[in-house]
């Protein structure tokens, strides 16, 4: 396979950004309120995506599929970032990590229903073992316990998988440039109802908080969803590129420790296990059944 034509570059470095986004957004947090916060971080990418269209062109979509970059904003930037902030508030970045992590089975269920993909009988058992995983971080002390944070992440995950069905749909027509730029745009124009907060939060807000906006709003929002939109143009089904979530948790766990010091719990580590046993079973289980077939014919 050509690079050019190469998905995995592309879904690889998104998934190295939105993990950092996960330690970034805890960090934010400490002062930002939730939603201003959401407002604030895709404010700035707008910004920077205007900045970036002047050096490369993009046309308007036709009026029939406006309808379709609403739904894209709405759910990718909207309601996700909602969620995701109010999520974050209350767990740790890893757990949060983790939770999003179950969107490609999500996705894989979706794509199954509206785009008819198929499913190997291997692909519903890891999703099956995924979801165990998450229920794993829902036993706090032996007991199950509703948190209101978890809902919210998961509330998050079911919007990131919409959107990504939608992006799927757009980029058979248009550039990944077009519907990234046109659908974050859509999505800042509905955040901008927190417009308010969000002022008096940055008037009185440090040097270092803003440095956190700033990374957010550059690398796992404009930069990020350019990349995630060239995955989904180049890659033959919707399941190839949200897989890579998987390796979120291992990555945001890494980042959390380095950068916050955070240790993740004894739930967050057992769960997250279960979800990674889930995305090996899902990607790679039948090429290793397969080369144990080949080698045991190959050695009669």
Known sequence: MKLKDNFHPFALSTII?????FVFTRLALQFFAPLSLGFLRYFIASLLLVIFILFVKIKIPNKK?????????FFGFFLYMVALNLGSATVTASTSSVIIA????????????????????????????EFAGVSVLTLMNGIFSVNIGLMWLLLASVALSLY????????????????SVISIWFGTIMLMIFL???VAEIKTAPLIQLLYIAILGIFPSAIAYITWAYAFSKAKNSSSVTNYMFITPLLTTIMGRIIVKETPGFQTIIGGIIILLGMF????????????????????
Do not use: H
């Open 17 to 21: 950004f939105w993990s950092s986004a």
């Open 65 to 73: 599929d406006i309808k379709w970059f609403i739904l894209a904003g």
């Open 102 to 129: 179950t969107t490609p089975a999500i996705t894989t269920l979706m794509a199954r229903i509206f785009y008819k993909e198929k499913l190997k009988i291997v692909q519903y058992v890891a999703i099956i073992i």
């Open 164 to 179: 990504n069905l939608l992006q799927r749909k757009l980029t058979k027509k248009y550039s990944a440039i077009q519907t």
């Open 196 to 198: 308010p907060v969000s």
């Open 281 to 300: 079973v899902y990607n790679l289980f039948d090429k290793i059944i397969l080369i144990i077939v080949k080698k045991r014919k190959s050695g009669t």
